[in-house]
């Protein structure tokens, strides 16, 4: 889920008020987003505790009213296989992500109040961060006594999304072992451990979902007359919930002639108002057209469907 993500730095222990749960969630867990903060808290309170030389989490001054660091940490991170996430604009997009999770002997990450998850950010670091996406909270199995494979998914609803989140999402994972203390209220904070690694993987793109289309007349053409291309490109806009053409954007013209299985470029055109796109060319033999568009940072490449025309 999408959740403001910033909160703000405690020095040697973790404000209270981060523990509150939605009552729409008030049952005996908490959810990923909720633990997000306690992670970034205790990151923040870490932090703070590092620029006055201090060390972080429990080993402060204060360490009884502080998290203790958990020996946990996160590789080999990857969300939806190493791909950008592209959303159109009412299907709920969910991607898988997988981790390792390296961590002490003595951490049990099969327990029941044990959380690990990932979230990609926006912002100077996770526990400065301005924005959130939290994954659900992964299912971790060990492969030894000191690693654990685990899986989870991340969920993208465009209704959440905004125009400006298209683009690139900084990568963080948090783990927190809970060892008995209550999910949404914990008795004794100083029980429970919090791992953060920042940055846990390189940045993932969130894009918004791209259409072309593609229309060769008059069919059939005679050999030497002219056929006229037109076409339109046009993305997600998370704003309205609709789509609308995407213009100034050079796309190619493409064809195949009859009988054969490659597309040869023929010329780039640029898109123009709603994105439409319209081009001539000299019927010389029969073949397809299409049209390729090779995406931008925050939109995918999309390739039209073929239209073929016979010339006579």
Same mark, same amino acid.
């Given at each position: 889920?999408?959740?403001?993500?910033?909160?703000?730095?405690?020095?040697?222990?973790?404000?209270?008020?981060?523990?509150?749960?939605?009552?729409?969630?008030?049952?005996?867990?908490?959810?990923?987003?909720?633990?997000?903060?306690?992670?970034?808290?205790?990151?923040?309170?870490?932090?703070?505790?590092?620029?006055?030389?201090?060390?972080?989490?429990?080993?402060?001054?204060?360490?009884?009213?502080?998290?203790?660091? +958990?020996?946990?940490?996160? #590789?080999?991170?990857? /969300?939806? %296989? $190493? *791909?950008? @996430?592209? =959303?159109?604009?009412?299907?709920?997009?969910?991607?898988?992500?997988?981790?390792?999770?390296?961590?002490?002997?003595?951490?049990?990450?099969?327990?029941?109040?044990?959380?690990?998850?990932?979230?990609?950010?926006?912002?100077?670091?996770?526990?400065?961060?301005?924005?959130?996406?939290?994954?659900?909270?992964?299912?971790?199995?060990?492969?030894?006594?000191?690693?654990?494979?685990?899986?989870?998914?991340?969920?993208?609803?465009?209704?959440?999304?905004?125009?400006?989140?298209?683009?690139?999402?900084?990568?963080?994972?948090?783990?927190?072992?809970?060892?008995?203390?209550?999910?949404?209220?914990?008795?004794?904070?100083?029980?429970?451990?919090?791992?953060?690694?920042?940055?846990?993987?390189?940045?993932?793109?969130?894009?918004?979902?791209?259409? +072309?289309?593609?229309?060769? #007349?008059?069919?059939? /053409?005679? %050999? $030497? *007359?002219? @056929?006229? =291309?037109?076409?339109?490109?046009?993305?997600?806009?998370?704003?309205?919930?609709?789509?609308?053409?995407?213009?100034?954007?050079?796309?190619?013209?493409?064809?195949?002639?009859?009988?054969?299985?490659?597309?040869?470029?023929?010329?780039?055109?640029?898109?123009?108002?709603?994105?439409?796109?319209?081009?001539?060319?000299?019927?010389?033999?029969?073949?397809?057209?299409?049209?390729?568009?090779?995406?931008?940072?925050?939109?995918?490449?999309?390739?039209?469907?073929?239209?073929?025309?016979?010339?006579?």
């Amino acid at each position: 889920m999408r959740i403001r993500a910033t909160v703000a730095a405690v020095s040697g222990a973790l404000a209270l008020s981060v523990f509150v749960v939605p009552a729409a969630q008030a049952d005996d867990s908490a959810s990923s987003a909720d633990i997000a903060k306690i992670a970034k808290s205790a990151a923040a309170a870490a932090a703070a505790d590092l620029a006055s030389g201090k060390s972080g989490f429990s080993a402060s001054v204060d360490a009884d009213d502080a998290p203790y660091a +958990l020996d946990a940490t996160f #590789s080999n991170v990857k /969300v939806n %296989k $190493g *791909k950008s @996430i592209a =959303v159109g604009t009412t299907k709920v997009v969910t991607v898988p992500v997988t981790f390792t999770l390296t961590h002490g002997a003595d951490v049990d990450v099969t327990a029941d109040d044990f959380v690990a998850a990932v979230e990609l950010y926006r912002g100077t670091s996770f526990e400065e961060s301005d924005w959130g996406w939290d994954t659900y909270q992964a299912v971790c199995t060990n492969t030894t006594s000191t690693k654990a494979a685990c899986t989870t998914a991340l969920e993208l609803d465009p209704a959440m999304l905004i125009n400006e989140d298209a683009g690139s999402w900084k990568v963080a994972g948090f783990a927190v072992a809970f060892n008995g203390q209550d999910m949404s209220d914990p008795e004794d904070i100083s029980k429970v451990g919090v791992a953060v690694t920042d940055p846990a993987a390189s940045s993932v793109k969130i894009q918004r979902y791209s259409k +072309l289309t593609v229309n060769a #007349s008059p069919e059939p /053409v005679k %050999k $030497g *007359k002219t @056929i006229t =291309v037109t076409g339109a490109l046009t993305r997600a806009n998370w704003d309205t919930g609709k789509y609308a053409g995407y213009t100034n954007q050079s796309v190619k013209l493409q064809f195949k002639k009859k009988g054969t299985t490659t597309y040869t470029n023929v010329k780039t055109i640029t898109s123009g108002s709603a994105g439409a796109l319209k081009t001539t060319v000299t019927a010389t033999t029969d073949g397809t057209f299409r049209y390729v568009f090779a995406g931008t940072s925050t939109t995918p490449a999309v390739t039209s469907s073929g239209d073929f025309v016979d010339v006579q």
